[in-house]
C-alpha cells in the first residue's frame, strides 16, 4: 500500500506571498491532519479533515487554511507569509482522525 | 502545565541496554496514546500504540500505559545505534486533535 505523499517537498518564498501544499493520504483513509514542526514549538497541530469537512482547528492565525477534496486529498495554503512561518509542514492520514496516524515526508518550507 | 509532557533528554544508553522512554499526560479522559520514531531531517515514524491499561509488546518494543497516573512509557530492550532518535509521545483525547509532546532525544553508544 503506498503512504501518504505531500508535494512539493522543499520551498522557498519571500515574505508576503502565499503559498500552497499538497497531501495524498493511504488509500482508505479518510481523515487528514496536517501539523507545523518548528525546533522551538515542536510538531503543532493546524487542522483536522474528514470527508471534506474540517472537524478540528488548532490555534494559528487566519492565515493557515485547509481544505479536502472528495477524494481525500487535502490541500493547505498560508497566505501572507511571514519569516516565522519557515518550519516543516507534515500531513498525516488515518481511519478515524481517532486512530493511528501516518506521516508524509514533509514539505520544507523557508521564508526569506 | 503542557498537556504531553516528556523530558527533552537526552537519554544516552549503551548498546545492548534498556532504553526507557516516559511521558504523562494531562487530560485524564484521554483514550488514545502512541510512540513515535523520528529520525533528524525525517518525518516521524509510528512505532506502537496502546489504547488499555498494561503492556503492549511489539518486537524489542514494548508499551505501558496507567491511566490512573497519566503516564505512559515505552521501553526498548537490547538498545541498538540505528534506535538514535527523538521518540515523540502523542496522545488523543477523544477529539479529532492528537497533541504531541516535545519529544526526548534517544542516543545509543556502540
Known amino acids: 500500500k503506498a503512504g501518504v505523499t505531500q508535494t512539493p517537498r522543499y520551498l522557498i518564498k519571500t515574505r508576503g506571498q502565499q503559498v500552497t501544499l499538497s497531501c495524498s493520504p493511504i488509500?482508505?483513509?479518510?481523515?487528514v491532519s496536517w501539523y507545523q514542526q518548528t525546533p522551538g514549538q515542536g510538531l503543532q497541530f493546524l487542522f483536522e479533515?474528514?470527508?471534506?469537512?474540517?472537524?478540528n482547528k488548532g490555534n494559528f492565525p487566519g492565515r493557515f487554511s485547509g481544505r479536502q477534496f472528495s477524494n481525500s486529498r487535502s490541500e493547505m495554503n498560508v497566505s501572507t507569509l511571514e519569516l516565522g512561518d519557515s518550519a516543516l509542514y507534515l500531513c498525516?492520514?488515518?481511519?478515524?482522525?481517532?486512530?493511528?496516524?501516518?506521516f508524509g515526508p514533509g514539505t520544507r518550507l523557508t521564508v526569506t | 502545565q503542557k498537556e504531553v509532557e516528556q523530558n527533552s533528554g537526552p537519554l544516552s544508553v549503551p548498546e545492548g541496554a534498556i532504553a526507557s522512554l516516559n511521558c504523562t499526560y494531562s487530560?485524564?479522559?484521554?483514550?488514545?496514546f502512541f510512540w513515535y520514531r523520528q529520525y533528524s531531517g525525517k518525518s516521524p515514524e509510528l512505532i506502537m500504540s496502546i489504547y488499555s491499561n498494561g503492556d503492549k509488546e511489539d518486537g524489542r518494543f514494548t508499551a505501558q500505559l496507567n491511566k490512573a497516573s497519566q503516564y505512559v512509557s515505552l521501553l526498548i530492550r537490547d538498545s541498538q545505534p540505528s534506535d538514535s532518535a527523538t521518540y515523540l509521545c502523542?496522545?488523543?483525547?477523544?477529539?479529532?486533535?492528537?497533541?504531541f509532546g516535545a519529544g526526548t532525544r534517544l542516543f545509543v553508544k556502540a
Open positions: 487530560d485524564r479522559v484521554s483514550q488514545s
Open positions: 502523542a496522545v488523543n483525547p477523544g477529539g479529532f486533535k492528537t497533541i
Open positions: 479533515y474528514f470527508s471534506e469537512t474540517q472537524r
Open positions: 498525516a492520514s488515518s481511519v478515524s482522525g481517532r486512530d493511528e496516524q501516518y
Open positions: 488509500s482508505g483513509h479518510r481523515s
